[in-house]
């Protein structure tokens, strides 16, 4: 496994996912919650999101090289404007709300991890993995430097949620992502075009 795959993988998940829905998400669960209960319902869902991904991606890495090239770099610049988008939206209003069942024990990490296996179908994240394991084919270095991400991020969602929001503003975080991807894009377009 090559570190510096795990170490881009994990700053390209981190930064997309801490502002994402799905923090959000995590942070109102652990609200309602016991937050090892949403982190450990959180974390599965994560886990067969991330081993979905990884094998997609893989099997995308038979594709012509050329073509993953411009696929993913076509995905990182979607994710950008993605971002963009969404930093702008959170910037002129904050707020969003996720109701849940008032639950306990088993219930709990069950609900959890249905909240977030839907939310992260199709999510940024899941074809940021993609397109990496496309573009590195190194899907167990993407597997743990995008699962490390996620898991992180929950965490932060869980413990800290609150007290970050107070120090470090959502749109800043899509637009630091918004900027990653842009780089991602960039550095996909020069590989593809030399």
Not at 171 to 179: C, K
């Amino acid at each position: 496994m090559d570190p510096v795959v795990i170490g881009l993988t994990f700053l390209a998940i981190f930064v997309v996912e801490l502002p994402d829905k799905t923090f959000l998400a995590t942070l109102v669960l652990a609200t309602k919650y016991r937050p090892i209960l949403v982190w450990i319902g959180v974390g599965l869902a994560f886990t067969v999101q991330t081993v979905v991904a990884v094998l997609l991606g893989h099997a995308v890495s038979f594709l012509p090289d050329d073509l993953v090239k411009a696929i993913a770099g076509v995905i990182f610049l979607v994710g950008a404007v993605i971002l963009i988008r969404e930093g702008r939206s959170h910037q002129a209003a904050e707020g969003s709300d996720v109701e849940t069942k008032d639950v306990h024990g088993i219930r709990a990490v069950i609900a959890s991890f249905l909240v977030l296996f839907a939310a992260e179908w199709g999510d940024l994240s899941q074809l940021l993995t993609i397109s990496l394991v496309a573009k590195y084919e190194q899907p167990a270095a993407v597997f743990v430097g995008a699962l490390a991400a996620l898991l992180l991020v929950s965490g932060l969602a869980v413990v800290a949620g609150r007290g970050l929001q107070r120090f470090i503003k959502l749109h800043v975080l899509h637009y630091v992502g918004a900027a990653i991807c842009l780089v991602l894009a960039a550095l996909t377009a020069y590989e593809l075009f030399s």
